[in-house]
C-alpha cells in the first residue's frame, strides 16, 4: 500500500481543493470573466431576491449581484493573505537568519521580543496596527503582514541554529569562510523550503483575518465588494436573506480549506523527499562500512 504522503493526487481533498483553487485565482486575476453582473450596480426593486437563474446567488439589500460581488471580492482576499504570508516569509525569514547569526546577548535580547509578541494572537496584532495608521485596504495589507512576521522570525532563527551545528557549515568555518558567505551557501537555501512551507500554510490565516478587519468595519468600505464585509451587511438580514451570509461564508472557507489542504500535501511530499534523502545516505554509509570489512 503506498503511502498517502507520496502521490499529489491519490488523497480526494487535494482532487477537490485543486480544482477550486484554480477557480479561485481565476476569480482574482480575471473577475470579469466568471461575474454576470456589475458588482457595483444597484436595482432597488430587485433587493433581496433569493438564488434564482438570473442571480445564481441572489440579490443584497440594494439589488446587487452577490455572485458577482463574491468573485470580483476574491482579489483583495487572496491579495492580502498571498502577500501578507510570502511577505512576512521574506521579512521574517531574513530577520530570522540575521538573530541566529547575531551575538548571543542580541540574539536573546530579540529573541525576547519575538517572544512577546508571539504571545499574542496574529489578529490582535493587526488591530493595534490599524489603531496606529488608520483602516483602509493598503493599512489592512501592512497590519496582517506585520502580525504574521514574529512567527516566521521564529522558525528562521532555529533552522539557522541547527544548520550551524551540521558538519559541512563547521568544516566550512574552519576553512575561513565568514558566516555571512556560509548563511549564504548553506543556510538560506534549506530555511527557504521551510519558510516556503509555511508561507502556504500562512495564506488562509492572511485570508481569515483579512475578512475578519473588513467585518469590523476596518478595511475596504462600501460599495466596495469584500467578503468580510459582505459578511458584516449581513447580520442584520440572517432570517431574511440565508444567502448573503451563506456564500460569502462559503468562499472564505473553501479557499482556506483548499490552501491548507494543498500546503499540507507540498509538505508531506518536502518530508517524504527528505526520507527517501536520509534513507539514501544511511545505505550509502552501510555499503562504505561493508566494503571497509571486507
Known sequence: MRSKSVPWGINPSVLLAAPFLAL??????????????????????????????EHFWGTDQTGRDVWSRVVFGTRFSLVVGCGSAFGAALIGGAMGISLGLAPRWIDGILLRAVEV?????????????????????????????????PAYIRVARAETLTRLQTGFVQASTLLGRNRWHVALHHIVPTTVRSLLVLATIGVGTGIVT?????????GTQEPAP??????????????????????????????VLSVSVLSRAVQGRQDFRGHLRVSSRRSRGWLHRDELSR
Open 210 to 218: 483579512a475578512a475578519g478587519l473588513s467585518f469590523l468595519g476596518l
Open 117 to 149: 509578541l508571539m504571545a499574542f494572537p496574529d489578529f490582535l496584532i493587526a488591530l493595534i496596527v490599524l489603531a496606529v495608521l488608520g483602516s483602509g485596504p493598503k493599512n489592512v495589507a501592512i497590519a496582517v503582514l506585520i502580525g504574521a512576521v
Open 226 to 255: 469584500d467578503w468580510g464585509l459582505m459578511l458584516a451587511g449581513s447580520r442584520n438580514k440572517l432570517s431574511q436573506a440565508w444567502w448573503l451570509a451563506l456564500f460569502p461564508g462559503l468562499a472564505i472557507i473553501g479557499t
Open 24 to 53: 479561485v485565482i481565476v476569480a482574482a486575476l480575471w473577475p470579469s470573466l466568471l461575474a454576470t453582473a456589475d458588482p457595483l450596480a444597484t436595482s432597488l426593486p430587485e433587493a433581496l431576491q433569493p438564488p434564482s437563474s
